[in-house]
C-alpha cells in the first residue's frame, strides 16, 4: 500500500495570512504516459463529510476559492490557503488515488491564530 | 443535483453483519459510467477507502477488508449497498458513500453522502 504522510499535524494562522500543508507519499503517485500526479486535496469542517478541493494535484475543483492551490509531482505536495479566512478552518486531507487500496493522509487541523 | 443518502442500523453485535445502503438522487446509477464507492473513518484509522463498485456490478475492494466485504448495485431502486461480515469493535466507524468524479476507477472522489454512523456493540 502507498503511505500518505502530512506536515504539521496541526497550524494556527493570522487571518489574512498564508497557510501552507505538505504531504508526501511513499512511492510516486505521478503517471508519467499523462504527466498527471493521482493526488487530491479534501477539506473536512465538524460534522460534514469531506469535500474535494484540488485534484491531479493542482486542479482546482469547481466553486473553490482560488485561495486554494495545490503544487508538487511525483511524491512530495503541497495545499496552500492564501489569505485564510475564518470559514476555512477545516481538517484537510491528501489522498492519492494511484494505486488500489485508495489511502488518505493523517490530516491537517488548520486554525486561526 | 446530486445527492447521496447512507442508511442502516446504527448498532450492530460483533460478529454479525453490518449492512448499510446508498440511495441516489439527482442521477441514474443505471445510465450512469462512474463509479461508486463507500470510505468509512473512524478516530483510530482516520479515513479508509473500503471499494468500488461499477454500475454493470464490477467491484474493487480493500485487500485489508476483502474477506469480509461485499458490494451489489440495485439499479431498480437507485442504491447501491455494502455489507461488512464478521464485525468487530475496530469496525466502529462514520461510513460514507461517495461518487467518483471522472469515469474511470482511479478518480477522485467528488460526491460524498452525509455518513451513517455504526457502533460495532453487544
Known amino acids: 500500500d502507498i503511505v500518505m504522510t502530512q506536515s504539521p499535524d496541526s497550524l494556527t494562522v493570522s487571518l489574512g495570512e498564508r497557510a501552507t500543508i505538505n504531504c508526501k507519499s511513499s512511492q510516486s503517485v505521478l503517471n508519467s504516459s499523462h504527466n498527471k500526479s493521482y493526488l487530491a486535496w479534501y477539506q473536512q469542517k465538524p460534522g460534514q463529510p469531506p469535500k474535494l478541493l484540488i485534484y491531479w494535484a493542482s486542479a482546482r475543483e469547481s466553486g473553490v476559492p482560488d485561495r486554494f492551490s495545490g503544487s508538487g509531482s511525483g511524491t512530495d505536495f503541497t495545499l496552500t490557503i492564501s489569505n485564510l479566512q475564518a470559514e476555512d478552518v477545516a481538517v484537510y486531507y491528501c489522498q492519492q488515488y494511484y494505486d488500489a487500496p485508495f489511502t488518505f493522509g493523517p490530516g491537517t487541523k488548520v486554525g486561526i491564530k | 443535483q446530486l445527492q447521496l443518502q447512507a442508511s442502516g442500523p446504527g448498532l450492530v453485535k460483533p460478529s454479525e453483519t453490518l449492512s448499510l445502503t446508498c440511495t441516489v438522487s439527482g442521477d441514474s446509477l443505471s445510465s450512469s459510467t462512474y463509479y461508486w464507492g463507500w470510505i468509512r473513518q473512524s478516530p483510530g484509522k482516520g479515513l479508509e477507502w473500503i471499494g468500488t463498485?461499477?454500475?454493470?456490478?464490477?467491484?474493487y475492494y480493500n485487500p485489508s477488508l476483502k474477506s469480509r466485504v461485499t458490494m451489489s448495485v440495485d439499479t431498480s431502486k437507485n442504491q447501491f449497498s455494502l455489507r461488512l461480515s464478521s464485525v468487530t469493535a475496530a469496525d466502529t466507524a462514520v461510513y460514507y458513500c461517495?461518487?467518483?468524479?471522472?469515469?474511470?476507477?482511479?478518480?477522485?472522489?467528488?460526491?460524498w453522502g452525509q455518513g451513517a454512523l455504526v457502533t460495532v456493540s453487544s
Open positions: 463498485i461499477y454500475y454493470r456490478g464490477t467491484t
Open positions: 461517495v461518487k467518483y468524479l471522472n469515469e474511470i476507477f482511479t478518480s477522485p472522489l467528488s460526491t
